[in-house]
């Protein structure tokens, strides 16, 4: 069964790094997301994307954020300048179908910033 | 700004049905989703509710009333491995969805 990978599993960077995560979205699907997950928190939605363009960003997705699709599979999210407060899960996910419907999650990189 | 609201917690027994409610406030609505997530794992999709109604998925089924901005997730015939915290996300036609603050079901034998 066709699943999202992500990498790494865990990150630890210093306050003020660049930090990228790297995403491999279910290859067929043609939406993607990244979330974040605060230990014992909801789901936070930050990003969607379509046709390489963003479609939709939450007011956590500032300048700080960026996402992109390098080639025909990978999707990545780069945060410029870590924050102690970015420590999170961080989870990609993909659709197949438009407006969020179905969505498969990766199983998430933690990030800690120290 | 999208708003959500279900219960904390729920207990039930094994076998057992219980169903966990969702409100909503937002604009721009598409559908409602409910994800199931175990401690420590990423959130896997149970169902969606683009039209009012119910949709059956085996032992689970959701139903969705648009014009009362509410929603709920049945769960039937409760086993142990059902015990995970529950979501529902409300989706805008935009592409964004919004999570609740999730429910934690404990199934008790």
């Known amino acids: 069964e066709p699943e999202v990978t992500q990498t790494p599993s865990h990150q630890v960077t210093q306050m003020g790094q660049e930090v990228i995560l790297r995403c491999v979205p279910i290859s067929n699907h043609l939406y993607f997301y990244w979330y974040r997950q605060i230990l014992g928190q909801k789901v936070e939605f930050l990003v969607s994307f379509y046709n390489n363009e963003i479609s939709e960003k939450s007011e956590i997705f500032d300048d700080q954020f960026s996402v992109e699709r390098p080639d025909g599979s990978n999707f990545t999210l780069k945060i410029r300048s870590t924050k102690l407060e970015d420590s999170a899960m961080y989870f990609c996910?993909?659709?197949?179908?438009?407006?969020?419907?179905?969505?498969?999650f990766g199983p998430g990189t933690r990030l800690t910033v120290t | 700004g999208q708003s959500l609201e279900q219960p904390s917690e729920v207990t039930a027994v094994e076998g057992a049905i219980v169903q966990i409610n969702c409100t909503y406030q937002t604009s721009g609505f598409y559908g409602l989703s409910w994800y199931q997530q175990h401690d420590g794992g990423a959130p896997t999709f149970l169902s969606y509710n683009g039209l009012d109604g119910l949709e059956e998925t085996g032992r689970f089924s959701s139903f969705l009333s648009r014009s009362d901005s509410y929603g709920y997730l049945l769960l039937q015939e409760l086993q142990m491995k059902d015990s995970a915290s529950y979501f529902c996300?409300?989706?805008?036609?935009?592409?964004?969805?919004?999570f609740g603050d999730g429910t934690t079901l404990t199934v008790k034998p």
């Open positions: 996300a409300v989706n805008t036609n935009a592409g964004k969805s919004t």
């Open positions: 996910a993909s659709s197949r179908v438009a407006v969020s419907y179905e969505q498969y």
